[in-house]
Structure formats: C-alpha cells, structure tokens
C-alpha cells in the first residue's frame, strides 16, 4: 500500500515536471528567475524523497506481504479444487 502511494507521488511529481519545466522562467533576472530556480529545486527534492522511501522500505513488510500473498494463493488454490 505504502509502495503504491509512493509511486502515484512520484508519477504525479513527473506529470508536474513535464509540465512546468518549459514555462518556467529560470533563465529571467529577477524574482522570476528565483522562482523557477526554487520550484525546480524543491520538485527534485521530492523526487529524491520518494526515491529514497521506495529503497528504504523496510525488509519485514516485504518478508510478511509475501508470505502472505502465499498463503493467499493457497486458500485461492483451495477454492477452486
């Protein structure tokens, strides 16, 4: 569950890139060009964000939600005999 949320941020993050990096006005004087500059800076820091949280996950979640989805193709496997 934690794993999906992450990556909709993530894909959500990406949309807003692809969007906003050519309109914004990094290249301009002024607090414009600060703007876009922060805007780009805090995006990438989200990005990392989630980067790191999707390697960080801990070991027993993914231990546990196998172990369980096997026991959930067991009792599937049940039903159908």
Do not use: T
């Not at 050519?22 to 820091?45: H, I, K, N, Q, S």
């Not at 026991?71 to 599937?76: N, P």
């Amino acid at each position: 569950m934690l794993k999906n949320r992450l990556l909709l941020s993530l894909l959500c993050i990406g949309a807003m890139l692809y969007i906003a990096v050519p309109r914004l006005p990094v290249a301009e004087d002024g607090l414009a060009g600060w703007f876009g500059v922060v805007w780009l800076v805090f995006a990438l820091m989200a990005v990392g964000g989630n980067i790191a949280a999707i390697m960080y996950l801990p070991k027993r979640n993914r231990v546990v939600r196998k172990a369980k989805l096997a026991e959930f193709k067991k009792v599937r496997l049940r039903q159908y005999q």
